[in-house]
């Protein structure tokens, strides 16, 4: 098969990385960039010999239509770029970046959109392409530690939607993609943190529960004391017969069973394509074979989904059910935990239950 031509909306950081994976894949021809800050068109042409260089993607596709398209740009904008390069008609595939969308409901009609004209489709979560954290979900699955009970996540200077959601991502991976019952969570937001263009919390702390009983609990923020000296982000799979803990994007990870009763350290060697060279090389597999596999982006829609339900917790005082398109919010309460019972006003006796 030739070559499958390809355009990058969005040149930011994640623009960037399927840039240098366009680049060096030999699945596909790099020819064409837009992004709306005109200085950085002579760096991109300077870095990737050849290519066209536009100040929109309205512009790009008129002029420079492509195979596949790769969206990066400011999450709120992904539902108009994605509904606009659906009108391309060379258009074989699409990767998007996390978040989907700025909210579950953009991503769910980006997701809904891109299956209606059965194209592939791809959401670059760079761990699923990474040897450590796939031998640790393999591990898992296997039941080297028994039956999972809890997944413990800690993350130092990163938010919940902007790294959160691939943490999460990541999370339902490791539990088979069983479906999510319900979400709460406790957000400060006193320092007014921003992080790529969103408004984020300071620290949080996310509780989920699937149907099969797993919990994950999710502390991110600004700063979080991570309890594995050394570490900035930490997983930690806790089953019925052992644990495992790994520390995001480092090589190598801890395992405590029965075949390791003492603990050990074991490090792999790493894939020679990964990250988002990866996830394009597999978008390009299922255009040839023209078998579209939604399974990732379901995944990172629901990890979305996550986030947005632990936003809503914090808004509404509650325990978010699932699925969270049948969410109703409660009536505002005045309701005062540890406050002494006043006898009036309503409420159930709990000792009663």
Known sequence: MDPLTASVVGCGLGGRLSLEALSISPFFRLVAAADLRPEIQPSLEQAFPGIRTFASHEEMFAHCPTDVVCVSTYAPSHERVVLDALGLPPLKGILVEKPLGDTAAAGRRIVEAIKSKNLPLVVPHGLRTRATPLDVIARIRRGEIGELRLIEVQCDKWDLLNAGIHWLDFCLAATDEAPIASVMAALDTSTRTFRDGMQVETVAVTYVENVNGVRMILQTGDFIHVNTPGKKTLFRFVGERG????????????????????????????????GHRRHLENLADQIRTGTPDYRLPESSLTALEICEAAFLSWQHRCQVRFPLASFVPPAPSDWQPGKPYSGTGGGRDGRAL
């Open 243 to 274: 644990l495992i803990e790994f520390w995001g994007w480092e090589k190598g990870y801890s395992i405590l069973n029965a075949e390791y009763p003492a603990g050990q350290i074991i490090v792999l060697e790493e894939f020679d394509v990964f």
